[in-house]
């Protein structure tokens, strides 16, 4: 059973920074591509930072030069450093990753809010 638990979210000021954690259970990150994704409400979940099984990061362009997607290996944890929070940062983030088939495995998300 595969269960995913992220951290690390809050409310900060615009200009801020938080670092979310993503731990898992039943998967291994260095194993499988994953990602970060996050939904506003009314909005869909959209990709925001992901790493492939290798270790290579992508970013959303609206998030690149801010934020940073790293792996511990040994801990089987995934980070996701946001600098330079904006309001429209503000969402529900998400940790996914690939399953074998069609589909990614979730966590239950971590509210971020930004505050003006």
């Known amino acids: 059973q595969v269960q995913l638990v992220e951290s690390g979210g809050g409310l900060v000021q615009a200009g801020g920074s938080l670092r979310l954690s993503c731990t898992a259970s039943?998967?291994?990150?260095?194993?499988?591509?994953m990602g970060w994704y996050r939904q506003a409400p009314g909005k869909s979940r959209d990709l925001v930072a992901a790493?492939?099984?290798?270790?290579?990061?992508s970013y959303a362009e609206s998030v690149k030069g801010r934020f940073t997607i790293s792996r511990d290996n040994a801990k089987n944890l995934v980070y996701l450093q946001m600098n330079s929070l904006k309001p429209e940062d503000t969402a529900v983030y998400y940790c996914?990753?690939?399953?074998?088939?069609?589909?990614?495995?979730w966590g239950q998300g971590t509210q971020v809010t930004v505050s003006s």
């Open positions: 996914g990753v690939n399953k074998r088939g069609p589909g990614n495995y």
């Open positions: 790493m492939t099984s290798g270790g290579s990061p």
């Open positions: 039943g998967v291994i990150f260095s194993m499988r591509n």
